[in-house]
């Protein structure tokens, strides 16, 4: 029952923030027409940027829901093994990545139409996306590594039923 629960969370959490990015994008779409019809090369300018703000946001919220629909509702894993958690981690932490990148070069772009001592906080964006890039290749070294590790079949069934066991015992308790 629990199962189904957490499930159904999940997909109402999907389809939630699927419906946020389909808003950003008719958002983003209003804000330009907006600036269009202001006839300001100026309102025009910022009108767009701020459009392609929201629509990397919309990317980014909707690439959340597609990364939660498809492991947490369609796979139902658990990332027992190392080189699944690696997976499933690189892929939402690229699509974090590439996101905050686009934040970064739509506020730098910002920042070149306004003061230029605005640009302090698109650099401190993208010097934190280096960071990420970084730690994610830190990540990725890691657990190959730890994936090279040569794991005793019998141990890994051993802790297998040890767990089912257990889960079998709280069920029971229930």
Do not use: C, N
Request: charged share 20%; glycine share 6%.
């Amino acid at each position: 029952m629990f199962q189904s629960a957490a499930r159904g969370m999940y997909l109402l959490a999907a389809v939630t923030l699927s419906l946020f990015a389909l808003l950003f994008i008719g958002l983003s779409a209003l804000t330009v027409v907006e600036g269009v019809v202001a006839l300001d090369s100026h309102a025009l300018t910022s009108a767009m940027l701020e459009g392609v703000g929201m629509i990397v946001l919309a990317i980014a919220v909707f690439e959340i829901a597609k990364y939660l629909y498809e492991e947490e509702i369609v796979r139902e894993r658990e990332l027992r093994r190392a080189d699944e958690a690696r997976r499933t981690l690189t892929k939402f932490l690229t699509t974090i990545i590439i996101a905050a990148s686009l934040e970064g070069l739509v506020l730098v772009f910002e920042a070149r139409t306004s003061e230029i001592s605005s640009i302090v906080y698109p650099v401190m964006l993208l010097a934190v996306v280096m960071l990420l890039v970084v730690g994610l290749g830190a990540f990725q070294w890691l657990a190959r590594k730890a994936e090279s590790i040569h794991v005793d079949p019998a141990a890994s069934e051993a802790d297998a039923a040890e767990a089912k066991q257990g889960e079998e015992e709280v069920i029971a308790k229930a």
